[in-house]
C-alpha cells in the first residue's frame, strides 16, 4: 500500500541549528501534513500543504510541497529546547484515509 | 481554537475488565473523529472513523466486537476497551475534523495499561 518514508529517522542538533527533515513516497499525494508530536502527547498539526510548489511558514517552520507531489520538506530555524519531538508528515491515501509516517525524531544536544 | 480533550489520560485496569475513553471537540463541531493506537516509538495506526449519528468504520484487522465506539453527539466519541487483555495496553489518541478535511486536530492521548 501507499507508505510515507521520512528521513532521517532522528536528528541529534546543537541549539541555534537550522533542522531539514523530508516525507517522500513512490506515489502522489494531493495534501501534505505536519504534525509534532510530544512524549505523552497527541499529534499538533503544525502545517498544511494544498497545492504543489506551495511553501507555507508559520513562525520558525517551513513546509514545501514538492512539485512532483511525491515529497515535502519541513525546515525548522534557529532551533530551541522546545522544538524536541517527533516531527511526523501525514496525507490522505488513495482511500482518503490519512496515514502518517515514521517520524523524525529530533534532539537538541545540551 | 480546535480543542479536543480525552479523558481518562490514564488508566489501570485488571485482565478481562472494560474500560471507556472519552473524547470531545471542545470549541467546535465534529461530525467525524477518529480512533488511533499508538505504540512505544512507533507511528499512529487509525483502528476506525467514528460518524455522528451512524455506526463506526473500522480499520482491517480491528475487531468491532471489542473496541465499542459511539458517536452519540457533534462533540462526544467514545472508545470501549471490552474485555481488556494485557495486550490491548497503549496509548490510544482520538482526532476531529474540522472545517479543512484532512486537518486533524489530536486529543493528548490515553495511556491504558491492563495487568
Redesign the interface.
Same mark, same amino acid.
Given at each position: 500500500g501507499q507508505q510515507l518514508n521520512q528521513s532521517p529517522q532522528s536528528m541529534f542538533i546543537q541549539e541555534g541549528e537550522d533542522v531539514s527533515m523530508n516525507c517522500t513516497s513512490s506515489s502522489i499525494f494531493n495534501?501534505w @501534513?505536519w504534525?509534532k508530536q510530544d512524549p505523552?502527547? %497527541?499529534?499538533? @498539526?503544525l502545517i498544511?500543504l494544498y497545492k504543489a510548489g506551495e511553501l507555507t511558514s508559520n513562525g520558525r517552520l517551513t513546509a514545501q510541497f514538492g512539485i512532483t507531489r511525491k515529497d515535502s520538506f519541513l525546515n525548522i530555524s534557529a532551533s530551541i529546547p522546545s522544538d524536541v519531538g517527533i516531527y !511526523?508528515c501525514a %496525507?490522505?491515501n488513495r482511500d482518503d =484515509? &490519512? &496515514? !502518517? %509516517? =515514521? %517520524?523524525t525524531r529530533l534532539h537538541i544536544l545540551p | 481554537g480546535a480543542v479536543v480533550s480525552q479523558h481518562p489520560s490514564r488508566v489501570i485496569c485488571k485482565s478481562g475488565t472494560s474500560v471507556k475513553i472519552e473524547c470531545r471537540s471542545l470549541d467546535f463541531q465534529a461530525t467525524t473523529m477518529f480512533w488511533y493506537r499508538q505504540f512505544p516509538k512507533q507511528s499512529l495506526m487509525l483502528m476506525a472513523t467514528s460518524n455522528e449519528g451512524s455506526k463506526a468504520t473500522y480499520e482491517q484487522g480491528v475487531e468491532k466486537d471489542k473496541f465499542l465506539i459511539n458517536h452519540a453527539s457533534l462533540t462526544l466519541s467514545t472508545l470501549t476497551v471490552t474485555s481488556a487483555h494485557p495486550e490491548d495496553s497503549s496509548f490510544y489518541i482520538c482526532s476531529a475534523e474540522r472545517e479543512n478535511r484532512y486537518e486533524q486536530y489530536f486529543g493528548p492521548g490515553t495511556r491504558l495499561t491492563v495487568t
Open positions: 495534501t @501534513l504534525y505523552g502527547e %497527541g499529534p499538533v @498539526l498544511a !511526523f %496525507g490522505p =484515509k &490519512i &496515514i !502518517f %509516517g =515514521k %517520524g | -
